[in-house]
């Protein structure tokens, strides 16, 4: 068995391979499943059973309204090759920046817009840390913005343990509550916040135009694929390679003034304001194949995956953190599928090379 290059793969190999990837990584947490003592098929019963409860289907909708927002920023990001796993540190600043304008700013018709825009800035200028160091000195992004989750972290333990701590804290610390025109509205008898879902539909299909419709798509396309002949061509891949960024973190801060404002109602511990959202964008981005547009299918997708975790909980008396396994195996998948999107496999004997 041997590898062929293939010189230029096609949509339906991409869509191909992917599937596949999506069976292998299925199969494999089966196996994990079985260990666990919990038959597969009841597992993914249990898990595709909250596409059918009206309840489940909200949680699936709830869960994936973070991820299309940050996935469809991530997919920009990636087709300039800005690698960014800083999604859940950028969400939890655009949270800081909502909560701040909700705590401090006086209530009006302004506040929900204004925590909106903090949230984006703040998300975005988060990006902006990692961004400037790849830029200027050649950092390199997957361990910055990596590390820039673990100091967003600790900024909001620090800002719900100090000045913004609560007055009444009993227990867990959190902020104190939003005053009402800092809450967001719901669908009634869900968590779906309405303003963030269409929000998030926008944004995505915004950035697919800008992706495929814009001088600054084509220059963001040219960046990802060469850069060295980006920068023969002057394109200025700097430039480029920075709003990126910032897109894509403010991307992730709308999603944070989403939690915070449609759920919570209050800044809380890291851990309980997001379930990992920003890690599991990027298997959603990776799905997408760089396309935003495709996000609003690989985005429930993942939904699926993290409200079939409350339920695998309860049904079959597992951890919800089964459902990081899933994520990581499935992304693991995904990663050593590339290869085969890029070579084609050829099974004879290998051919002979002559001498002179």
């Known amino acids: 068995m041997r590898l062929s290059p293939v010189s230029s793969p096609g949509p339906w190999r991409r869509l191909l391979v992917t599937v596949i990837a999506l069976l292998v990584a299925a199969l494999i947490c089966a196996g994990v499943f079985a260990l666990y003592g919990v038959a597969p098929l009841e597992a993914y019963r249990s898990m595709l059973g909250t596409l059918g409860d009206p309840v489940g289907l909200s949680e699936v909708v709830r869960r ?19 690698v960014n796993i800083g999604g859940e540190g950028q969400l939890l600043l655009g949270a800081v920046g909502g909560s701040g304008v909700a705590l401090f700013v006086p209530p009006g018709p ?8 903090c949230g984006t800035l703040l998300g975005g200028l988060w990006a902006l ?16 913005t990596l590390m820039l989750n673990y100091v967003a972290s600790s900024l909001v333990v620090y800002l719900i343990n100090g000045p913004w701590k609560g007055r009444n804290v009993q227990g867990y610390v959190y902020s104190d509550l939003f005053p009402g025109a800092a809450t967001l509205a719901l669908l009634p008898g869900t968590q779906v916040h309405q303003a963030t879902l269409v929000l998030g539909v926008l944004v995505v299909t915004g950035l697919q135009f800008v992706l495929t419709r814009s001088v600054f798509g084509y220059q963001l396309r040219v960046v990802g694929e060469n850069r060295a002949a980006a920068e023969y061509a002057g394109i200025p891949v700097g430039r480029v390679m920075t709003l990126a960024a910032l ?12 939690e915070v404002a449609g759920i919570h109602h209050r800044l809380l ?9 920003g890690f599991t964008a990027v298997i959603v981005a990776w799905l997408a194949r760089g396309n935003p547009l495709l996000v609003l299918l690989t985005a429930p997708l993942l939904g699926v995956i993290l409200a079939g975790g409350d339920v695998l909980k309860i049904d079959q008396n597992m951890p919800f953190r089964i459902v ?23 099974f004879g004997p290998w051919p002979r090379r002559s001498y002179e």
């Open 324 to 346: 990081d396994v899933f994520s990581g195996v499935m992304l693991l998948c995904l990663i050593v599928s590339e290869l085969f999107v890029q070579n084609r496999v050829r």
């Open 64 to 82: 994936s309204i973070p991820l299309l927002l940050i996935g469809g920023g991530l997919t920009l990001a990636y087709r300039a090759q800005f």
């Open 269 to 277: 511990e890291p851990g309980e304001l997001s379930l990992g959202y």
């Open 129 to 144: 840390i990692a961004v400037w160091l790849k830029v200027r000195y050649r950092v390199n992004e997957i361990l910055t």
């Open 110 to 117: 302004w506040t929900l817009p204004l925590m909106f825009l």
């Open 247 to 258: 897109i894509t973190g403010g991307a992730a801060g709308l999603a944070g003034v989403g």
